[in-house]
């Protein structure tokens, strides 16, 4: 394998060509095409679903999940609804399990445990991401690099659900991880990411809230992973509300960059205002 850069910001498949709008890759609320097109991964692939009264909104996104997907994880938040049976209607060889605690980030870290896939993919339940993206992840893996991560704001990409708070919260953030990090990264509060299982323990997680995914990225910069941003364009929420909370957990990202900056080894015990 040819030996490749820290910290690349990948833009596939311009070539030098106008991209099309973020907007028409969808007709009304639904992809163009099926998921399944494109080739499969030489490794395999695990996709880490966290889930909390999602089963509205079930259907859609495992309809969407393409064929280079080996194993489905559908990580249950304790959900009062019908997410589970729905699951396991829509896809009979979906594994659920039960998060061991309160909060997104405990509840990938029990998907990641529980993968056995050589790439784990984590992709949010309520339709905001496109499953069919997934292709254009393993594509980076399979060609070298260590962790990728959706950008919504690279040529490609985009946002139909950003409101004015979150995308001047998203700037702030990324202005501070590019500073403190050395980085040249261009999106940040966004977990469509995909990773090669053998670093897991090298992104050494430990946040229980949404701050994980900044916790991701500062853990695979510290540690030296070779990093692609895709281009993604971010869906509005199909159904139900979100679980986010833009102040309070944009403070928690803040924190989790500041303290995990290189030169420093944050705690592995969280604050009482972390649990």
Same mark, same amino acid.
């Given at each position: 394998m040819s030996t490749l850069p820290n910290h690349v910001?990948?833009?596939?498949?311009?070539?030098?060509?106008?991209?099309?709008?973020?907007?028409?890759?969808?007709?009304?609320?639904?992809?163009m095409r099926r998921a399944g097109d494109g080739v499969p991964s030489?490794?395999?692939? /695990?996709?880490?679903?966290? =889930? +909390?009264?999602?089963?509205?909104?079930?259907?859609?996104v495992f309809e969407q999940i393409p064929r280079c997907v080996d194993e489905v994880i559908l990580v249950d938040g304790s959900s009062s609804d019908a997410t589970i049976p729905?699951?396991?209607?829509?896809?009979? /060889?979906?594994?659920?399990? =039960? +998060?061991?605690?309160?909060?997104?980030?405990n509840a990938l870290r029990t998907g990641f445990a529980a993968a056995s896939g050589e790439y784990i993919v984590?992709?949010?339940a309520d339709g905001s991401m496109w499953p069919g993206e997934i292709p254009h992840f393993l594509h980076f893996l399979d060609h070298g690099y260590d962790f990728v991560k959706g950008s919504r704001c690279i040529a490609g990409g985009g946002s139909l659900?950003?409101?004015?708070?979150?995308?001047?919260?998203?700037?702030?953030l990324l202005t501070v991880v590019n500073r403190l990090y050395d980085a040249h990264l261009t999106d940040l509060c966004y977990g469509y990411c995909a990773f090669r299982r053998s670093f897991l323990d090298a992104l050494d997680l430990?946040?229980?809230?949404?701050?994980?995914?900044a916790e991701m990225i500062a853990h695979a910069l510290r540690s030296g992973l070779r990093i692609a941003e895709v281009p993604s364009l971010e869906l509005p929420r199909r159904s139900g509300r979100s679980h986010l909370h833009a102040v309070s957990d944009g403070r928690r990202v803040l924190r989790t960059l500041i303290s995990?900056?290189?030169?420093?080894?944050?705690?592995a015990t969280p604050s009482a205002e972390e649990r």
């Open positions: 910001v990948s833009h596939p498949e311009q070539n030098g060509r106008p991209n099309r709008r973020a907007e028409d890759r969808v007709t009304g609320r639904r992809p030489k490794h395999s692939v /695990t996709l880490v679903v966290p =889930a +909390q009264n999602e089963a509205r909104n079930i259907p859609w729905m699951a396991r209607h829509c896809l009979p /060889t979906v594994r659920s399990v =039960a +998060q061991s605690g309160p909060g997104k980030g984590m992709l949010d659900d950003f409101t004015r708070i979150r995308s001047l919260g998203n700037r702030v430990r946040s229980t809230g949404f701050e994980i995914e995990e900056r290189p030169g420093t080894r944050a705690s």
